[in-house]
T-cell receptor, first 110, second 113 residues
Framework: GQQVMQIPQYQHVQEGEDFTTYCNSS?????IQWYKQRPGGHPVFLIQ?????EVKKQKRLTFQFGEAKKNSSLHITATQTTDVGTYFC??????????FGTGTRLTIIP | DARVTQTPRDKVTEMGQEVTMRCQPI?????VFWYRQTMKQGLELLAY????????DSGMPKDRFSAEMPDATLATLKIQPSEPRDSAVYFC???????????FGPGTRLTVT
């Protein structure tokens, strides 16, 4: 089936360093969502992108949708311990079924 | 602050036993999803409903899993008989038709021994 590839699988950063996770698809996407799941928690919706080249910011988080709408990234500036968790991209492929990427697990070294 | 609720939060059972998980979607949300999360497979969609009608359950093992919505405030996921490979966290999520944001419940952590 259709899927999105997410990299890296794991990322360990020093507190204060930046972090980026990427989502890639072989097909053009109509939308992409990002979720965050804290350890032991549940996925929480962060944002949805739908336009080519779209860039949205939420405080230290910057989300981008590629010009070709085949990739997306989430960038966190100056990570904090509260950023710990797994970040998932997710895509609707033409219906209401949300397909999740494999996730990037972020750990912060204080 | 509206939330999806799920019960039980944790369930340990022996192989062969029936397991029932319950979910109360956010009031006014008419689309309900069941997901399963494991380390190996990640987040998988099992089934979803709109206005209580099942729309897709292709992600669910049909022989042992069943999902229903007896009313708009309750969704259930049953496993009978349960097997050790069913051990996972099961999430319910709800959404309002026309919006794509899904709200997840806290999950039920199932352990089958």
């Amino acid at each position: 089936g259709q899927q999105v590839m997410q990299i890296p699988q794991y990322q360990h950063v020093q507190e204060g360093e930046d972090f980026t996770t990427y989502c890639n698809s072989s097909t053009t996407l109509s939308n992409i969502q990002w979720y965050k799941q804290r350890p032991g928690g549940h996925p929480v919706f962060l944002i949805q992108l739908v336009k080519s080249g779209e860039v949205k910011k939420q405080k230290r988080l910057t989300f981008q949708f590629g010009e070709a709408k085949k990739n997306s990234s989430l960038h966190i500036t100056a990570t904090q311990t509260t950023d710990v968790g797994t970040y998932f991209c997710a895509v609707y492929f033409g219906n209401e079924k949300l397909t999740f990427g494999t996730g990037t697990r972020l750990t912060i070294i204080p | 602050d509206a939330r999806v609720t799920q019960t039980p939060r944790d369930k340990v059972t022996e192989m062969g036993q029936e397991v029932t998980m319950r979910c109360q979607p956010i009031l006014g949300h008419n689309t309900v999803f069941w997901y399963r999360q494991t380390m190996k497979q990640g987040l998988e969609l099992l089934a979803y409903f709109r206005n209580r009608a099942p729309l897709d359950d292709s992600g669910m093992p049909k022989d042992r899993f069943s999902a229903e919505m007896p009313d708009a405030t309750l969704a259930t996921l049953k496993i009978q008989p349960s097997e050790p490979r069913d051990s996972a966290v099961y999430f319910c999520a709800s959404a309002r038709t026309g919006t794509y944001e899904q709200y997840f419940g806290p999950g039920t952590r199932l352990t089958v021994t």
